[in-house]
Every structure is written in structure tokens, then in C-alpha cells.
């Protein structure tokens, strides 16, 4: 292997260079993959994201809270 020339291993440095930011893209950048299943929402959830929103009651989420709550 020699190292003139801009050669290192038959690569150009250039290329040494993207290899190891591809690499490190592919392994250490977190990214979500596309269409992945999301974590399912607890029945709790979703009642408090209807009251928030006015779909239902104050009342109406207190009683569904209830009776989600003393099932568990």
C-alpha cells in the first residue's frame, strides 16, 4: 500500500472521506423509518386527547375515566 499521490488503500482521500461519513450517517444519525408503527395509544390517551379538543364533556371524560381506570 502506498501512501503518494493522494492514494491511500487505491482510494483517493476524497473517497476514504465519504465512505466513513456514509458509514457514520447510516450508524449513528437516529432516524424514524418510514412506515414504521407507531406505539399504540393507551384507550387513556385517547379519551384525554378527545376532552382536550372538545369532542367530549368535562362529564362525559369523567365518566369514561372512571370506568377505564377501575377495570385495571
Avoid: C
Avoid at 492514494?7 to 447510516?26: D, E, K, R, S, V
Avoid at 406505539?39 to 369523567?62: N, Q, V
Amino acid at each position: 500500500m502506498h501512501f503518494y499521490d493522494g492514494h491511500f488503500g487505491g482510494m483517493h482521500l476524497i473517497w476514504w472521506i465519504i465512505w466513513i461519513i456514509l458509514i457514520a450517517w447510516i450508524f449513528f444519525i437516529p432516524a424514524e423509518i418510514p412506515y414504521q408503527k407507531s406505539k399504540k395509544e393507551s384507550p387513556l390517551d385517547i379519551l384525554k386527547k378527545r376532552f382536550a379538543i372538545g369532542e367530549i364533556s368535562k362529564e362525559e371524560f369523567e365518566e369514561s375515566k372512571n370506568i377505564l381506570t377501575s377495570e385495571n
